[in-house]
């Protein structure tokens, strides 16, 4: 699913009003009809909706939906800015109809303390959407603030009152704190950053009919991971074929007391379809390794450390977790590199290695995939003021580098040399531990040594991971999820997959 800026999705709505002759008091009601339906699907039996309207088409919006959900018999109250009724077009005419209906009260902002706000009742903010260009001040913010200390549900419509939605929103800016937030057809970028996803809860995207044709003329180089870009990357096993035919994968992972990341890693590719598994480790992890996954061979690499990498055959390698950063590693995982020519997937201490020494990036092959976390790109690339920025400081050095980088992060994103951003929303929170990296690099190694191109690969493996993990997380809790459940659950995605 493309991902436009709030211009574009203008545009789009502009256009489709165009080609299907329709008016725009159609789409917000459609929008308002979508927004109905989803409030009935999730909070039927709540009694009292508190709406909440500016002047714009947001406002209109929530006047829309304060008329559809009185006749779905809500208790609906409606709060707008009464000393300055300065209405858009069609938060006007949805205005207008609104006092018709007796039962519905029409309050200004400032009488919202007098209600009593119950926690299980429905603040719905539609006070400012896409259309935010500043601050929220005055009237309107100290709604905000008010609303904030409610102990209510809160839902947001399209986005919460406040937040940019293609940019980093000032720290000091007055922002609607949601817990669903209800947005119409496209994510947005502030949804997928933490400083800006924090105040939005749990997304949901409606269909309101924006027109396919538009959409695929428009052009983005943001990208949604969903599932029908996955269908498309994911490559069915051909019944006529053998090991052979599915790479050979070569894990290069571990130290002494670290050897659990190469054992992780080795299980993830072992379980994410490669044809065979070799794993490069020290001496100390062999009897550890051979037990836990047999099905992969041990190449011994060393004592306690790896000093050693003599690769297999037709090798796609997998290099970084737990390797440590003995001097003779680092000399050693330098070495490898430099003599290295195709695409391999480079994690954890041989980032770091190469963090201290920087001049190797430029001698890494093409279109390999790194798999920094915040703390490891900076480290590579330098810190940056907030993760918007991060996101372009990888884009410039992915260009520069010719390589893949996978941002990890709450919405991992992947970032190719061509410029293009694809944002993971697959994952959980209880996917944030130790040992939930490695497994990601035995997926991509996996990928690779199929012949999964190392964009697709990237989108994939990353998807894949976070699916596992949701999975996980439904059986257990994110508390207690432990990296190698995630292990256990990639057989069950790709089953999804293929259904
Ligand atoms: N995407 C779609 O296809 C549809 C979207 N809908 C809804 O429309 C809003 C966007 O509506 P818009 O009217 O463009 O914008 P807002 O409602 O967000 O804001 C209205 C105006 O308010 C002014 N403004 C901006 N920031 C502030 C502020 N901090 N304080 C006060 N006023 C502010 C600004 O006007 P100015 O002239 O003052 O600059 C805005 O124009 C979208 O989010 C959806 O909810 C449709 O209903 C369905 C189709
Ligand atoms: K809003």
Partial sequence: MKLFT???ILKIEEETIKIEKIHSLNLMERAAEAL???????????EKVFIFCGNGNNGGDGFALARLLHYEFFNVKIFCDLENLNFKENAKINFNDLKKIKDISINDFSEVEKFKIDKNDLVIDALFGIGLNRKIEGKSGELVNILNEINAIKIA?????????????????????????VSFQFWKKAFLYPETGKFCGEIKILDIGLSHKIIDSEISRNFIIDDILIISIYKKRNDFSNKGNFGN????????GKIGAAVLATKAALRSGSGLIFTISPECGNFILQTSAPEAMFI?????????????????????????TDEETEKCVLNF????????????????????????????PENSILTPHPKEFERLFGITQNSFDRTDLALKMAKELKLIIVLKDHHTQIIT??????????????MAKGGSGDVLTGILTS?????????????FGVWLHGKAGDFAAEKSSKESLLPVDLIKKIGKVFKYIQD
């Fill in 157 to 181: 419509v399209d986005i919460p009152s406040g937040l940019f939605s293609d940019e980093i929103t000032p720290d000091d800016f007055i922002i609607f704190k949601a817990d669903k937030t």
């Fill in 249 to 256: 994968s070569v894990i290069i992972a571990g130290s002494h």
């Fill in 36 to 46: 109905k339906s989803q409030i009935i699907e999730d909070y039927k039996n709540c």
């Fill in 447 to 459: 990928l690779l040594s199929q012949k999964y191109s190392s964009k697709n690969a990237a989108i």
């Fill in 300 to 324: 011994n690499g060393g004592e306690n450390h790896i000093t050693n990498i003599e690769l297999p055959k037709n090798a796609v390698c997998g290099i970084g977790p737990g390797l440590g």
């Fill in 337 to 364: 590199l430099k003599n290295q020519t195709k695409p391999l997937v480079i994690d954890a201490d041989a980032l770091n290695i190469i963090s201290k020494n920087k001049s190797i990036l430029k001698s890494i």
């Fill in 6 to 8: 709030s211009e574009q």
């Fill in 417 to 430: 040399p061509q410029q293009d951003v694809f944002y993971n929303i697959t994952g959980n929170s209880g």
